[in-house]
């Protein structure tokens, strides 16, 4: 059975991912890179010494060494061994879970859905391969993020930008705030901090959804605009894409000015859409919103209701 179908096996039978071998894996790191200090301590850095490093270790010749650096090789190993002993007992003493395990498959499962990725040229197919391969992924990023333990993990992070590309802005924004929270950035291929990318993203996703009106614009979920405003608030971006943000919450107001029938509710959307692109051109004089800002001047000039 594949990773992905046990995944989605796990999942119908109510199980969940558990966080608590993190630690675990830490300390048999550390433990592995003490036990190769501890050789190299006993070789030397000049590479040294034939007698087999771990006997020595062990069970050290009882014979006087014949040079001070043979002795203060001996001491380095010892003091080295001793490190490694108390790593190795608190290894012991630590419960064993599936976490580490599991985070293993995770990464494994990714780096092959990468490569698959990256043999497709269209971005529409790309787009409807992440939509196939995410449900995979969910036990292990809820349960990722409920743990809260503020360390990276890059399948989660590819996770994010998939549900992005996808349009589950839903699913992205609990995942970017992890991020941001935690000041986590994207992986490698990706160059812009974690809030730029997310808020440059979904701006854009909704300035097209917008631009082509009809069916596109009524399936944006424009509340997430406010959403994604309150989780940047403070973060440090460009201005152009600070700009974005409200170019794109200014369209949505227009939007929802246009396919209104209450004619206060279109006044309200109105002026509001009017304040959002001005504070987008005061951003970025390049935003591309001066023409909807003296079309709203003039609208809004009007009275609210025609003279009787």
Not at 131 to 148: C, E, H, I, S, T
Not at 229 to 258: I, N, S, Y
Not at 271 to 296: F, N, Y
């Amino acid at each position: 059975m594949s990773l992905a179908a046990r995944i989605l096996a796990r999942k119908a039978q109510g199980q969940a991912f558990d966080f608590d071998a993190a630690a675990q894996a830490r300390a048999e790191k550390a433990a592995r890179a003490a036990e190769e200090a501890a050789a190299r301590a006993v070789a030397g850095e000049d590479g040294e010494g034939g007698d087999d490093q771990a006997t020595l270790l062990r069970d050290p010749p009882k014979k006087k060494w014949g040079t001070l650096s043979q002795r203060q090789r001996l001491r380095r190993a010892a003091m080295v061994g001793a490190q490694v002993l108390a790593q190795r007992q608190a290894i012991d003493e630590t419960p064993l879970t599936g976490a580490t395990a599991e985070a293993g498959q995770m990464r494994v499962q990714l780096i092959t859905d990468l490569r698959r990725l990256k043999a497709i040229e269209s971005t529409e197919a790309k787009i409807a391969l992440k939509a196939d391969l995410l449900p995979a992924y969910a036990d292990y990023v809820a349960g990722f993020l409920q743990a809260n333990t503020g360390v990276e993990d890059e399948t989660v992070s590819w996770v994010l930008v998939w549900r992005i590309d996808v349009g589950d802005y839903a699913g992205a924004l609990p995942i970017a705030d992890y991020m941001i929270s935690h000041k986590i950035g994207l992986p490698g291929r990706i160059d812009r901090k974690t809030p730029t990318f997310v808020t440059e993203e979904i701006a854009e996703a909704a300035l097209k959804a917008y631009a082509l009106g009809g069916a596109p614009a009524a399936a944006f979920p424009g509340a997430v605009l406010l959403d994604l405003e309150d989780l940047v608030d403070g973060c440090d971006m460009p201005d152009q894409v600070k700009a974005k943000l409200h170019k794109a919450k200014g369209r949505q107001l227009l939007w929802t000015a246009e396919t209104t029938d209450d004619d206060p509710k279109r006044r309200i959307a109105q002026e509001s859409a009017l304040k959002e692109l001005q504070r987008a051109l005061q951003l970025d004089d390049g935003a591309g919103v001066k023409k909807d800002i003296e079309t709203l001047q003039r609208v809004l000039k009007k009275p609210d209701t025609p003279p009787a």
